[in-house]
């Protein structure tokens, strides 16, 4: 048995597993900051390309760095015929695959078919701007495949929130739904040691290339307990469907010891800095589209969830995932596509921690606090 008298902490919670430069999550003060830029201070003034090269090179582009980037993802907006092909079959498949076992597949397919496999800085940001781009058309491919429609060819006239939404929809969007996507980008690209960005971690840190981190880290961000939440949160109100009986059926709910998706975090304790902003978006656009009942839902929980919590002396609020909901159905987006729009966004983020993983490389390999036998003596298979 070992005798290193490690502390294991459950989920490694609070455990500090490296540097980074690219993002602080303050629990305490529910403050989030991108490369030392308050999000608040990004959000309506920023867009999610500005976003994007932030993250990726550690500070605000000029316009002909913006420039550069926009023509980069402009020309990796266009799905290739082989990619949408395998898309069309697989959301046509008789085993329904998730939006996120399409796009984890898709990832992995590109990154076989990418002939570079060179382990350079340049070439990552190269495959890291593909990402960012194919990876949004092909949520919007999905989105029209499902829906059993054709097809709709990416504009380049249009930045990147506004052209996945006509992607999506065939038709332009308007103002007010174009800035709160380009907002809800910005707010899920990037967060920290969280689950799927330190798979993505772990997985080129073994000296593995970008798309192998990008897939499992899309692997980590499918899971109910992380980015899964988006969709459980509209699809369990959706089955409440009545606003009059949702607080009651979410008591029984808390009472009977079962979780409530869109509520509790493992860093933030005061508040998810995020969670305002959309709640903020998703209050303004569900009354200008007039469907305003997932809102008022998603109010009744919050408040209801958040009494539950006070009573019991938890110190938990809710997070990113409960007022997305209802923002992103007033876009008139379908649920199934609500964690691969995280994907979307975070891929930004996925891939600057590649970038930062490569740049300051070494393998990562905690320890185990082994708490197993070690004196078994072996019988023979005859004897056992
Ligand atoms: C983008 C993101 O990934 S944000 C998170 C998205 N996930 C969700 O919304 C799913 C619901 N939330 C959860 O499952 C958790 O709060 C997590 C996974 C986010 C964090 O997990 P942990 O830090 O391990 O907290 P843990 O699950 O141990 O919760 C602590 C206590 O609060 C309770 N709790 C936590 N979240 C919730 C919830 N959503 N509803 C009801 N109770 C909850 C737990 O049951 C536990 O209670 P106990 O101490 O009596 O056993
Ligand atoms: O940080 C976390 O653990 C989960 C989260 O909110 C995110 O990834 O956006």
Known sequence: MSDTKAKTNAGLQDVVAGESNICLVDGKLGRLVY????????????????????????????????DALDRELKANREIPADVLTLVKALCESKSAPTGMEILRTVTSYVGALDADKSMTRENHLRQSAKLVALLTSVTAAIGRF???????????????????????????????????????LILHADHEFNASTFTARCTVGTLSDV????????????????????????????????????????????????????????????????????????????????????????????????????????????????????????MNIPVELFTPLFVMSRVSGWTA????????????????????????????????
């Not at 606003?243 to 493992?266: E, M």
């Open 35 to 66: 490369q030392g830029y308050d999000i608040n201070d990004l959000v309506g003034k920023a867009s999610y390309e500005e976003v994007v090269y932030l993250l990726w090179h550690g500070k605000l582009p000029t316009q002909p760095e913006l």
């Open 146 to 184: 499902t829906q059993g429609k054709a097809y709709v060819a990416p504009r380049h006239d249009l930045g990147h929130a506004a052209n996945f939404l006509y992607m999506l929809h065939g038709e332009e969007a308007d103002a007010l739904s174009v800035e709160a996507f380009d907002v809800a």
């Open 353 to 384: 921690h590649i970038l930062e993983q490569y740049a300051n490389n070494r393998i990562i390999r905690p320890v185990a606090d082994y708490v197993g036998p070690v004196d078994q003596a072996f019988q023979p298979i005859n004897e056992r």
């Open 211 to 330: 798309y192998s981190g990008v897939t499992s880290a899309i692997g980590a961000l499918k899971g109910p307990l992380h980015g899964g939440a988006n969709e459980d949160v509209l699809r369990m109100l959706m089955e409440i469907d009545d606003i009059a009986t949702t607080a009651d059926l979410l008591r029984d709910r808390l009472n009977n010891g079962v979780k409530v998706p869109g509520f509790g975090h493992r860093v933030y304790r005061s508040y998810d800095p995020r969670g305002l902003v959309l709640k903020r978006y998703a209050k303004e656009l569900t009354a200008k589209v007039g469907v305003t009942k997932w809102y008022e839902m998603t109010e009744i929980a919050e408040a209801v969830v958040l009494e539950h919590f006070a009573k019991k002396g938890k110190d938990l609020k809710y997070n990113v995932d409960l007022y997305s909901g209802s923002l992103y159905n007033a």
